[in-house]
C-alpha cells in the first residue's frame, strides 16, 4: 500500500496521474471518512511538497500554499482583514485538528459545515488549481459544486489560495452545541470596511445553512452606507434567499434561518468595531 | 519515493530510540505505534479524531494518531505519554501532579490529556484557565470532569508531597501512578501479540429476518479461521443480567430486534479480516419500532411479553387521588429525555485463551463474577471453568455490568484453541452497548396554602429497547425515588419498560432516578412559584428529615442529611441570587439564572441480597495482602475499600499489597453499580481487617488498643509500653488470613411497594448558575455548587472527582446528549461535554454520618448526576422565563422555548 511523498510539485502531480492514487494531506477528513475501514491503496502525501505549505505576500494580495495547516494560519502574521479567518482556524476541532488539517483540505473535502468555507468566501478568495497540463484559476465560490463536491479534476492539486488586498476587518461566528470539537449548526463571516461611522463595503458569507456556504449580495449591497447599528438592524431584518438550511440532528431548519440573522448582525459590528479577541459564541 | 526505511518498514524516533518497524506506510499511525511499536500507552477512542486519546507529539505538535498516516511520521521524532514522563522533568512533574489532583480516575483519558499538556507547557504560553482549555479541548474524559485536570496542569510545576494518611484523608489514588506514567493496561492493551481478531457481523435494520449463504464456502474463499453463529454456541445462546430476565442471544436466530445485533463473527488474522469479501448474509427488512407509542399494538419482540411491556413498577403510600383533591396549590407536566451513551472513552475490549479445560478471559468490566457466571451459561462449562482478568477499566458507568465482547472471543478461542481478541469501533459500542432509558413522564405534585407537599402522582414509561438488561431495575427503583428527598405523605407513583426495536436500555448511573429528578425538581419549581415562596426555602421546608417516613414508609432515625445540603448552600444561593439580578438589571442579549434542585439515591441492590466478601492475609514474609474484587472502574474503589481495610486493621494504608479483581484469586465483591462499592464492600473491607486484627492481637495476647507494625518479616505489637513479637509460621499460604462478607439489612416491599428497599440513602443538592444568549438560546454555565451527604468522605478527593464528573454526566444531559439509532453512533454527531463545557464546581461534603456505612460512609457515584440536569433547566427557566420540557437543551430547543414563552426578542 504505498505512500508516496514527493517533494516536488510535478512528482506530486505525475503521481496522482492514472486516477488510482488520492491525494493526502492531514488526513483529518480523510481517515474519518473511512470509519474504521482500510485506507485507499495508494496515496500521495501533499505536506512534504516545496512551496505548498506556508503563507506569503505579493503585490496584489497573499497566497496561502494548498498544504498549509490551520495552526500555520493561526500563527502567521496577518492584518485584521484575515481576523475571520483566524477565529475559523481556532474553531477548527481542536489543536490537535488545526496542526494537521489543512485549509486546502477543508475545501476540497466541500462539508457544508466547512469552517474554512465562509471565512474564505468573505474575502473573496480564489483557488489555484494544478494539473500537469498547467494551472488555472477560479473563485472559490465556483470552486465548491454542492455538499462534497467540487470542480477538482482527476489527478488535480488545489496549490493556493488567492486573496485580493483589501482594506477592511474580518470577524467569524461559529453556532454549535459544546465548546470544542464540534460541528457547526451554523457560522457566518463578515469583512467590513468602514469609513467613519459608515460601512463603506461589506463582505458576508453563511455556512451550514445551504448546501455550499454562501455570499449575501443583496445584503452586502444594502448594507452600503449604512451606520453600523442601522446594518445590525438590516441583518436581522434581511430574509435571506440565498439560505436554504435543513432540519438535522444538530438543529432545526428554522432555527437556523433565526439565528443567521443575529449572527450576521453581530458579526458585522464585530467587524467594524474592535480591535480585541473575537470572542466565541456558543 | 522518499522513504528511508527498507521496503515494508518505517522509522522514526520513539520516545528518544531510533526504530524501524514493519508497517504499511497507509496504516493508522496510532496502530503501527500500539502493535508494532508496543506504545499501548497510546489509546484508541474513537479512530476517528474526536477523542485525542491517541493525541502523540509529532516533532514536538500534538497529533491525533489515528488520522496519520504511519508513512508520514517516518524519520519523525514521536513522543507518548510514557516516554514523556520517563524521559522529561516537567512531564514527570505533571504526572506528579495528577496524581496529587487525582487528575486521572480511569486513566484511559490520560496519555492524551498529559501530551496535550506537555505541549502546552513546553510553548512557554502563560498558564491559564483558558490556555489550559484550548490545549485540551481536543481530548474527551468522560470520569472527571475536567476540573482536576486544568487544576493538575496549572500546578505543574510546583512539586507539593502527596498527602498521606488514613480514613478522611485525601490521598491519592493508590492505583493512580500506572495511570499517569503511561503503563497503566486496559481491555485491548492486553491482548497477546499472537492473537486472531473477532470481527461481529451485525444487523443494518432496526428490525429483520436473514438467511445465511454457504459460510463454509466463505470461510475458505478469505481464509478465515472460524465463522461463528448460534449454531455454535454449546450452551444457552441468551445472557442477561436479572433472574428471569436473560433474554438477550449472543447470536440472534432468524430475526434481528435492534440495528447492531450480532448475527455472526468471523475469526481470522488482521490481514484476511481487512481483505473480506461481504459476509454472505440476506437481509429482508421487517417493520419496526423505535418508541413506547406504538409498541403496545407492534410485533411482540418477546413471545412472553404482552403489549411488548417488559415490566412495571409501582409504589404508593396514602391517598393520593383524594390528596391531589384537596391540594390548594397543584402542578403538573409531561418531560421527557432520550437516550444517553454512556460514552466512556474506551471501547468494550476482550481476549481471551483457553488453557486446558478452562477458558481465561481478559476484559474491561464491572462485574467480572457476573460475566463469569454469564459466560459459563453461555458455553455450556461450570462457573469455575471461566476465569475473569479484569484488565484496568476505562470508564464503565454502568453498561460494562453487561457482556459485550467477552462471549464472541471466549467461543473463539475455545472453539479454536488459540488466543482470540476483540475491540469495539466506536461505532459498533455506541450502536450495541446499552443506554440511559429514555423517559416520558407525567407528574402531578399538589400543595397545602402553607407549601406543604400533600400528595404526588408520577406515571414514567421507560423505553427499555429489545433486550430487558437492566430495565427491571430501573422500573423498580424510579417509583421508590420519584418522590425525590422529599415528605410526601400522599403518593402513587408507576413506571413501565417498554420494548423497542432499539438498542437494549440498561445501567446508566442512577438507573432511571435522574430521568425522573428532572420531571419532580422542574415541577418543585413550578410549585414554588405558585406559592410565591423561595425556592429553596420551599425545598427546605419539605425535605425529609431524620424520623420522617419515605414514600416506601422507611423511616431513617440517622443519616438523612438532606436538610444539611440546603442549608450549606443557602449563602451561596443567596449570592448567586443578588448576581444574577444585578447582571440582568443592566443587560438584555444574555441573562443570567440561578437553579436549584436535589436528588437521593438508595445505595446497593433493591430489597435484594446483595453481599460483597473481602479476603485478607498476612504472608509468612510478613506482606500484607488484600484480595479486592470491587472493581476499580476509576471511581477510585482500589483505594477507598484499602483506606477502609487499613483504618479497621490499624496499619498505614501503605502497607497494603492488593490483589485482584480476578476471579481466580478475588472472592466475590458483587458488581460495581448502584454506589454500593464504598458501603458494601466497603463494610466487608471493615469486618475482613477487623477481624485480622482480633487474630493477630489474639497471637500477641494483647488488648484491643494495642499497635500493630509490620516489620521484618513478623508483626510487632506495642501495647500500653509493652512490645510483643509475633512471629509468622511458615506455611503454604497465608500465616493469618481472614475472610468476611457483608449484606446490607434490606427487607422485601410489599404489592405498595411499602419496605425498607435499602440500608442507606445519599441525597445531595446543587445550584447552577447560567447565562443565556437570549437570540441564540446558548447556555454558558458559570458555576456549580454541590453539597452531598456522603456520610463520612473516606478520601474527600475521591469524593470530590465523582461530584465534579457526576455533575458533568448531567451537564451533557442537559445540554447535549441524545443518541439517535442509526443517527449518533460516534462522537461528533452524539455530543460528550469538553473541557469547555464544565464550568467550576465547588464542592461542599456534609458528613451526617449513616448507622450501617463503614466509618458513616454512604455510596456516592450516581448521587453526583441525579440534581445536575433538573439544576440547570431550573437555572435556564429562572434567566430566560422558558421552561424546557424535553431534554437535551440544545440551543435550538432553548431558543424555541424563549419564542413560545414569549420573553426574548
Ligand atoms: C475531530 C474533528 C473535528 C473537526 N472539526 C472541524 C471543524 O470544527 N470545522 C471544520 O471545518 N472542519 C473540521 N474538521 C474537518 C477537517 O479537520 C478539516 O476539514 C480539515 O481542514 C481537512 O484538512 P486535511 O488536510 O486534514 O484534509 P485531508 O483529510 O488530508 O483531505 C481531505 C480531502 O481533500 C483532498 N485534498 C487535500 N488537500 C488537497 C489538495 N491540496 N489538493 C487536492 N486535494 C486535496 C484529499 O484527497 C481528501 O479527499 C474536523 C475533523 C475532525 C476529525
Ligand atoms: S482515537 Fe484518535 S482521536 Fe479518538
Ligand atoms: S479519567 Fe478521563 S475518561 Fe476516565
Known amino acids: ?282 | 519515493m522518499s522513504l528511508d526505511a527498507p521496503q515494508g518498514h518505517i522509522g522514526f524516533t520513539l520516545n528518544g530510540a531510533e526504530i524501524t518497524v514493519p508497517a504499511d506506510p497507509t496504516a493508522r499511525l496510532s496502530e503501527v505505534l500500539r502493535e508494532r511499536a508496543g506504545a499501548r500507552d497510546v489509546k484508541v477512542g474513537c479512530n476517528a479524531g474526536d477523542c485525542g486519546a491517541c493525541t502523540v507529539l509529532l516533532d514536538g505538535a500534538p497529533v491525533c494518531a489515528c488520522m496519520i498516516a504511519a508513512g508520514q511520521a517516518q524519520g519523525c521524532e514521536i513522543e507518548t505519554q510514557a516516554g514523556l514522563v520517563a524521559r522529561d522533568r516537567d512531564a514527570e512533574r505533571l504526572a506528579q501532579s495528577f496524581q496529587r489532583h487525582q487528575a486521572a480516575q480511569c486513566g484511559i483519558c490520560t496519555p492524551g490529556m498529559m501530551v496535550s499538556a506537555v505541549a502546552l507547557l513546553r510553548s512557554g504560553e502563560a498558564l491559564t484557565e483558558d490556555s489550559v482549555s484550548d490545549a485540551l479541548g481536543g481530548v474527551l474524559c468522560r470520569c472527571t470532569g475536567y476540573r482536576k485536570i486544568i487544576a493538575a496542569v496549572l500546578d505543574a510545576s510546583t512539586t507539593a508531597p502527596l498527602a498521606e494518611g488514613g480514613i478522611g484523608a485525601p490521598i491519592a489514588r493508590l492505583d493512580g501512578w500506572p495511570k499517569v506514567n503511561g503503563s497503566e493496561r486496559f481491555g485491548d492493551d492486553v491482548a497477546p501479540a499472537d492473537a486472531l481478531t473477532v470481527q461481529v457481523i451485525r444487523a443494518p435494520f432496526h428490525r429483520a429476518s436473514f438467511r445465511f449463504g454457504d459460510l463454509e464456502a466463505f470461510r475458505k474463499e478469505n481464509a478465515l479461521e472460524l465463522i461463528l453463529t448460534a449454531q455454535n454456541v454449546p450452551g444457552e445462546n441468551r445472557f442477561g443480567v436479572i433472574p428471569g430476565f436473560e433474554d438477550q442471544p449472543v447470536f440472534a436466530e432468524g430475526e434481528t430486534r435492534f440495528r447492531g445485533e450480532a448475527v455472526a463473527a468471523v475469526i481470522g488474522n488482521r490481514e484476511a479480516l481487512a481483505a473480506m469479501g461481504r459476509f454472505p448474509v440476506t437481509w429482508e427488512e421487517l417493520p419496526s419500532v423505535l418508541t413506547p407509542e406504538g409498541a403496545d399494538t407492534a410485533a411482540l419482540l418477546h413471545e412472553d411479553r404482552a403489549a411488548n411491556v417488559m415490566c412495571r413498577g409501582y409504589v404508593a403510600r396514602g391517598n393520593a387521588a383524594e390528596a391531589m383533591g384537596r391540594a390548594a396549590h397543584v402542578v403538573s407536566g409531561d418531560f421527557s429525555t432520550g437516550f444517553i451513551e454512556h460514552g466512556y472513552i474506551e471501547p468494550e475490549a476482550a481476549s481471551a485463551r483457553r488453557v486446558g479445560d478452562r477458558i481465561e478471559v481478559q476484559c474491561c468490566t464491572q462485574a467480572p463474577f457476573m460475566n463469569r457466571d454469564g459466560i459459563a451459561g453461555i458455553m455450556g462449562l461450570a462457573p469455575e471453568q471461566v476465569r475473569i482478568l479484569p484488565t484496568a477499566t476505562g470508564g464503565g458507568f454502568g453498561s460494562k455490568l453487561d457482556l459485550t465482547a467477552q462471549p464472541y472471543v471466549a467461543l473463539a478461542a475455545w472453539i479454536l484453541n488459540r488466543p482470540v481478541r476483540l475491540a469495539y469501533t466506536r461505532t459498533e459500542s455506541i450502536a450495541t452497548s446499552t443506554k440511559r432509558h429514555p423517559s416520558q413522564v407525567h407528574m402531578e405534585i399538589g400543595a397545602d396554602a402553607e407549601g406543604r407537599i400533600s400528595a404526588v402522582r408520577f406515571d414514567g414509561v421507560f423505553n427499555t429497547g429489545a433486550y430487558a438488561s437492566w430495565g427491571p431495575t430501573v422500573a423498580n427503583r424510579v417509583p421508590i425515588h420519584a418522590s425525590g428527598p422529599y415528605k410526601t405523605p400522599n403518593y402513587e407513583a408507576k413506571s413501565a419498560g417498554i420494548h423497542t426495536n432499539t438498542a437494549p436500555a440498561g445501567a446508566f448511573r442512577g438507573f432511571g432516578v435522574p430521568q425522573s429528578a428532572v420531571a419532580q425538581e422542574q415541577l418543585y419549581d413550578l410549585l414554588a412559584e405558585k406559592l410565591n415562596m423561595d425556592r429553596l426555602a420551599f425545598r427546605r421546608l419539605n425535605c425529609l428529615g431524620n424520623g420522617d417516613p419515605t414514600v416506601t414508609g422507611q423511616v431513617f432515625e440517622t443519616g438523612m442529611g438532606i436538610d444539611a445540603c440546603f442549608d450549606a448552600l443557602k449563602p451561596h444561593w443567596d449570592k448567586a441570587l443578588a448576581e444574577a439580578e444585578a447582571f440582568n438589571a443592566t443587560n438584555t442579549a444574555k441573562k443570567r439564572g440561578v437553579g436549584i434542585a436535589a436528588g437521593w439515591y438508595g445505595c446497593g441492590n433493591t430489597s435484594i441480597s446483595n453481599p460483597s466478601t473481602i479476603r485478607a492475609g498476612i504472608t509468612p514474609e510478613g506482606t500484607l495482602c488484600l484480595h479486592q474484587g470491587a472493581v476499580d472502574i476509576g471511581q477510585g474503589a482500589n483505594t477507598v475499600i484499602a483506606q477502609i481495610f487499613a483504618e479497621a486493621l490499624g496499619v498505614p494504608v501503605g502497607q497494603i499489597t492488593i490483589l485482584g479483581p480476578d476471579t481466580d484469586i478475588t472472592p466475590d465483591a458483587g458488581k460495581t453499580s448502584a454506589s454500593r462499592q464504598t458501603y458494601i464492600s466497603g463494610n466487608a473491607a471493615r469486618l475482613c481487617g477487623a477481624a485480622l486484627r482480633a487474630k493477630i492481637l489474639r497471637l500477641g495476647n494483647v488488648s484491643e488498643e494495642a499497635t500493630i507494625t509490620l516489620e521484618d518479616g513478623g508483626i510487632t505489637l506495642s501495647d500500653a509500653g509493652t512490645t510483643v513479637r509475633v512471629e509468622l509460621e511458615p506455611s503454604e499460604g497465608y500465616a493469618i488470613e481472614a475472610v468476611e462478607s457483608y449484606d446490607p439489612p434490606t427487607t422485601p416491599l410489599d404489592e405498595n411497594g411499602q419496605g425498607d428497599p435499602y440500608a442507606v440513602f445519599g441525597t445531595a443538592a446543587q445550584i447552577c448558575e447560567l447565562e443565556v444568549d437570549m437570540a441564540l438560546g446558548t447556555v454558558r454555565l458559570l458555576r456549580i455548587v454541590a453539597a452531598h451527604d456522603v456520610g463520612r468522605a473516606i478520601n474527600p478527593l475521591l469524593v470530590e472527582g465523582q461530584i465534579e464528573g457526576g455533575v458533568a454526566q448531567g451537564i451533557g444531559l442537559a445540554l447535549m446528549e441524545e443518541f439517535l439509532p442509526g443517527r449518533t453512533e460516534n462522537l461528533h454527531d452524539y455530543l460528550i461535554p469538553t473541557i469547555g463545557d464544565v464550568p467550576p464546581i465547588e464542592s461542599l461534603v456534609i458528613e451526617s454520618g449513616d448507622a450501617h456505612g463503614p466509618y458513616g460512609a454512604k455510596g456516592l457515584g450516581e448521587h453526583c448526576l441525579i440534581p445536575t440536569a433538573p439544576a440547570v433547566l431550573n437555572a435556564i427557566a429562572h434567566a430566560t422565563g422558558a421552561r424546557v420540557h424535553h431534554l437535551p437543551a440544545t440551543p435550538d430547543t432553548v431558543r424555541a422555548a424563549i419564542r413560545a414563552a414569549g420573553t426574548g426578542t
Open chain 1, 1 to 282: 500500500m504505498p505512500l508516496h511523498r514527493p517533494e516536488s510539485l510535478s512528482a506530486a502531480l505525475e503521481l496522482l496521474q492514472g486516477g488510482r492514487a488520492v491525494a493526502l494531506a492531514g488526513g483529518t477528513d480523510l481517515y474519518p471518512a473511512l470509519r474504521d475501514g482500510t485506507p485507499p491503496p495508494e496515496m500521495v502525501d501533499l505536506t512534504r511538497v516545496d512551496g505548498l505549505r506556508g503563507i506569503s505576500r505579493s503585490e496584489t494580495g497573499w497566497r496561502i500554499g494548498g498544504a498549509t495547516t490551520w495552526t500555520q494560519v493561526l500563527k502567521a502574521d496577518l492584518p485584521p482583514l484575515f481576523n475571520g479567518l483566524k477565529a475559523a482556524a481556532r474553531e477548527v476541532g481542536s489543536v490537535q485538528i488545526q496542526n494537521t488539517g489543512t485549509v486546502a483540505g477543508n475545501l476540497c473535502n466541500a462539508s457544508p459545515a466547512a469552517d474554512g468555507v465562509p471565512a474564505l468566501l468573505a474575502l473573496d478568495a480564489e483557488v489555484e488549481l494544478a494539473a500537469p497540463s498547467g494551472t488555472r484559476r477560479m473563485p472559490l465560490g465556483d470552486f465548491i459544486t454542492g455538499p462534497r463536491a467540487t470542480h477538482l479534476a482527476p489527478g488535480e492539486i488545489l496549490t493556493a489560495l488567492l486573496i485580493p488586498e483589501a482594506d477592511g476587518r474580518g470577524a467569524f461566528f461559529k453556532l454549535g452545541a459544546r465548546r470544542y470539537l464540534v460541528i457547526s449548526i451554523a457560522m457566518v463571516s463578515a469583512v467590513v470596511e468602514t469609513e467613519g461611522d459608515a460601512i463603506k463595503s461589506a463582505r458576508l458569507a453563511v455556512g451550514a445553512c445551504s448546501p455550499v456556504a454562501r455570499r449575501l449580495p443583496a445584503l452586502e449591497a444594502a448594507l452600503a452606507g449604512k451606520t453600523i447599528s442601522q446594518a445590525g438592524q438590516a441583518a436581522l431584518t434581511y430574509d435571506y434567499p440565498e439560505l436554504s438550511p435543513i432540519d438535522d440532528v444538530r438543529a432545526g431548519a428554522g432555527y437556523r434561518r433565526e439565528a443567521v440573522a443575529t449572527l450576521v448582525a453581530r458579526a458585522i459590528g464585530q467587524a467594524a468595531l474592535t480591535d480585541k479577541e473575537v470572542p466565541h459564541v456558543a
